[in-house]
């Protein structure tokens, strides 16, 4: 198992860390938490020791199912990372109790890695000005928490100001090759490794979305290695960029676990040819967005209930992966009946909103119409 060693903590992490925000569930919902088992028991077993949960995964059930399991374990022999959930918290009162309830559910009297969940803006705002920083610094100064950081989702400015604010033991940021310059991006991970902050790095295959796709751009992977998954060179892209030291991979099912250890007991940096390869399959998938739109939202709100930058969201990822499944949850379930592009009634307000004159009333017809399709764009 590859492992990276943590300069300014002293410590040597693996470079696969589990996410336990995808255990495999029944049929009724709940976590298979046998098969949960089995599953970080292959991985711990093969070397895997930073293991990462939060209070909100599986409907709170994560945490259990995953202090359920590492009970067995000698405590000093992995890494535990979870989160305080920061829309829970009105009050320095409920870091404490939400701290203790998490201690309990992992069955555990310290946390290695605590971060402050999905910071942004106003979240960082409020906590900063409540004292919620200043708290969680005591608890590591009483040794419940031995390493102090955040997980992070908003704009590349707003990380600057954070990842400035403190010297942070670590942060963890949402990074993969079709997401440069979303969030903080590559810009932010060269931030992060140039103060010498240890990255962990969330979604490296975009949820999925880059673990499978028609056959043009798999030939593209199978010609640098026919023997490797689409996932692994996604996984390595993110391995290859100075200073990350953990790459969580959210696990469902054995063979992701399998696969995984593959990649990462024998990894290997993306050579030149292979960085070449994945530059070309992002163009590719890039070019087959079929319009514009940047999500401004001055089309919003539309008249009709059509929430128009989410179908065109939509829209173009179902293209760009050409996978009905990859966006079938946002379609049918965000958006729903409601807020779908076949309820536009073409009042054309939209249109004169709109900074880049798209032609909103046209393509909404065609959103439609390709999403009711539910299948591959081949």
Known sequence: MEKR????????TSLLGFGCMRFPTLENGEIDEPE??????????????????AYPYHGGKSEIVTGNVLKKYDRSSFYLATKLPLWLVNSLEDVDRLFEEQLTKLQTDYIDFYLMHAVGRERWDAMRQMGVVERLEKLKEEGRIRYLGFSFHDSYDVFEEIINYRDWDFCQIQ????????Q???????????????LVIMEPVKGGSLAAFADDIMDKFHAMDPDASAASFALRWVGSLPGVKVILSGMSTMEQVEDNLKTFCDFRPLSEAEQKMIEDVT?????????????????????AGVDIPGCFGVWNTYHMYQNYNIVKGRWERELGDAKQAKNCVKCGKCEQACPQKLSIRRDLERVQADLDKKEMVL
């Not at 163009?283 to 008249?303: D, E, I």
């Open 5 to 12: 060693k943590m300069e300014n903590l002293g410590i040597e």
């Open 36 to 53: 949960a088992e089995r599953m970080l028991d292959k991985a711990i077993a093969q070397g895997v020791n930073y293991i990462d949960t």
């Open 175 to 182: 990074l993969n090759y079709m997401d440069q310059e979303e």
């Open 184 to 198: 903080a991006g590559v810009k932010g991970a060269a931030l992060a490794a140039s103060k010498n902050i240890p």
């Open 283 to 303: 163009n590719t998938l890039r070019s087959r967005v079929q319009n514009g739109c940047t999500g401004c939202r001055y089309c919003m709100p539309c008249p």
